[in-house]
């Protein structure tokens, strides 16, 4: 094992670390960055079926549904076409309608999740066409699906899935960019969306090179806490209910990821100057409302950690306990960027409080009971 952790203490801190070479796999043959073409020959076949959809359906569990939400604004803006996005086990808690003319997207790292794995089964028998978007080659759902995407992250062997939610954000991202690049209008926002897939490993070795600082941030502010709140919304919201997830999971922290609309709705009630808060305000369309949000904190006396873009004057840093700087990219990639932090803040939270990060209790690797 220690050689497959290929120096590396545990096999999570190799899986985040392998993020500039996995996003690149995702993507390689794939995009042709100097032409801005997208070729995903595994759903050639289908593509103009797929285009037909009057309804996209993804379907996932933990953070392969995280990388759904990561994804689903950006798919109905470049599709035109309406998003669902279910955890498995809720939609077979409904089984709700399915048409023969949706296209129903599954997403799984490990392609073997029982929940997914049954929702299939549901809409095979409803008739509609089904695209896996899978890591394992040969899986129960890449065999089961009708055609699909593999993300090509390489295997992911540390319970807390990290470079399979960047490859399944990517691979999502490139589904949404194939099926509507016969739209004329959308050429634009297309070259905007390649140019920036093609910085995203560079970025992400940008932030990885913080490591040390965001491990001082974790262990002054973080470690030893029983709660925190993860803030984030617009295509934040992801970032916060995933940043959320590997807190929990692998440093048994309670976190709750929270859009930041919803504060006064309720979790506002939660913060003051001993709450932790940790706060995805990245610039982009929503930052004023981002902004107020963190206001709303502040003026309870929380001291949020704020995720923020290199060289920010918007945000009052007097008020905030940190600030961890990234690079700015494309609005609907910055998801891409903003989770390494997070992913390395649950690793040394882990580590500090005694925990094995690649074996959290109660947890398995692939959940292949309902
Ligand atoms: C993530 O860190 C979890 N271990 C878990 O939520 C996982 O993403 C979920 O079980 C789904 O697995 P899959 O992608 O293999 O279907």
């Known amino acids: ?29 794939r995009l042709d960055f100097k032409n801005k073409n997208i070729i995903l020959g595994g759903i050639k076949q289908y593509l103009t079926s797929i285009r037909r959809s009057r309804r996209f359906q993804m379907i996932a569990c933990g953070t392969s549904y995280h990388s759904c939400l990561a994804v689903r604004s950006l798919f109905e803006e470049l599709t035109g076409v309406p998003v669902s996005v279910d955890l498995a ?16 997207i599954f997403v799984s790292q490990s392609g073997e999740t029982a929940d997914s794995m049954q929702v299939l089964k549901y809409c095979r028998a409803a008739g509609c066409l089904n695209v896996g978007v899978v890591n394992s080659v040969g899986s ?19 319970v807390a899935s990290t470079k399979a939610y960047s490859s399944q954000f990517i691979a999502l991202v490139m589904l949404a960019l194939q099926i509507s690049n016969n739209v004329i209008d959308n050429k634009q926002r297309h070259e905007e969306i390649i140019n920036g897939l093609e910085e995203i490993p560079r970025l992400i070795s940008q932030v990885l090179e913080k490591k040390e600082e965001i491990k001082e941030i974790s262990l002054k502010y973080l470690h030893g806490k029983d709660s925190m709140l993860v803030v984030g919304r617009g295509y934040q919201y992801a970032s916060s209910l995933e940043g959320a997830l590997k807190i929990k999971e692998i440093s048994y922290i309670h976190a709750e990821g929270v859009q930041a609309g919803e504060l006064k709705h ?31 904190i502040t003026a309870r006396d929380g001291r949020p950690i704020v995720v923020m873009t290199e060289g920010d004057n918007l945000i009052d840093r007097s008020k905030t306990s940190a600030c961890i700087e990234v690079p700015k990219t494309v609005d609907c990639l910055q998801g891409l960027v903003n989770i390494i932090p997070l992913q390395l803040m649950s690793y040394y939270l882990s580590i500090a409080a005694g925990h094995n990060p690649d074996r959290p209790r109660n947890l398995a690797k692939s959940v292949t009971v309902e």
């Open 140 to 158: 129960s759902i890449s065999r089961e699906t009708d055609c699909g995407v593999h993300i090509n992250a390489g295997p992911e062997i540390s």
């Open 89 to 104: 086990s809720d939609f077979l808690d409904r089984s709700p309608p399915i048409f023969r003319d949706d296209t129903c």
């Open 266 to 296: 309720g979790v506002l009630a939660l913060v003051d100057s001993n709450m932790p808060v940790v706060a995805f305000a990245t610039q982009d369309s929503f930052s004023p409302k981002v902004n107020s949000a963190i206001q709303q």
């Open 1 to 29: 094992a220690e050689i497959m952790r290929g120096g590396y203490d545990h096999f999570m801190m190799k899986e985040i670390s392998e993020q500039p070479d996995s996003t690149f796999n995702t993507m390689r043959g």
